[in-house]
């Protein structure tokens, strides 16, 4: 049987890395095969794609460059890795994906979502994630848990307008697909946060037995 797709979604420090492992943890208890990967990046090309959108650079980066990198990235990460991996019926869990782009791209840099729909479907085809996650807590206090982890890369030195709109599509999409997107309150205590995601894989889980 087929893997299910799991994304995990969010804007800066919302907590992704640290609930993957969560979820990753959760799987193996379940002993449900999977792999965990990341966009951009997920394969040797796609990861050197990653660093040259995420690298601070003094020449500015074009949004429609950055847009078509992601699918870059995107279409060889899915042809090398994620199909591969559902068709042998391993669970794949993304540390990021499309929605991202739509996130992003889309409303952070205001580029519109037709052409990203258009790139989406010429790369992916009807292929979308089964579950998606999306870690929510406000700009300030995401930038600030990010801040004490690392040094910002070219993303997180956006300015605060720029994440509003991004965390604003994320939720725009959860209002319109309430069965795919699952929106955690990631501002509580991590054990809380937890418990929300246990508590969405416990149903997404009795769902697929349903089914
Ligand atoms: N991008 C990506 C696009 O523009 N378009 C696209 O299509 C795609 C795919 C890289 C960038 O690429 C952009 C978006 C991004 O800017 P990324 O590597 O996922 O994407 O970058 P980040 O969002 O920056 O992800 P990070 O890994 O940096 O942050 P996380 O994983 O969300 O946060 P994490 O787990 O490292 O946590 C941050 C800190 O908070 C603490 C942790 O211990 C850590 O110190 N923390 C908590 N503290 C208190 N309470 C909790 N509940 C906590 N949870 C975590």
Known sequence: MRGKFITIEGTEGVGKTTNIEFIKQWLTNQSIPFVNTREPGGTPLAEEIRQLLLANRDEAVCSTAELLMM????????EQLIEPQLASGHWVLCDRFTDATYAYQGAGRQMGNQLISTLETMVQGEMRPDLTLILDISVEQGLERAGKRSE?????????????????????????QPQRYKVIDASLPLAEVQQQISDVLEQFMQQQKKA
């Open 71 to 78: 699918f870059a990235g995107r279409a060889q990460h899915i």
């Open 152 to 176: 910002p890369d070219r993303f997180e030195l956006e300015q605060t307008d720029f994440f509003n709109r991004v965390r604003q599509a994320y939720l725009a999409m959860a209002n319109n």
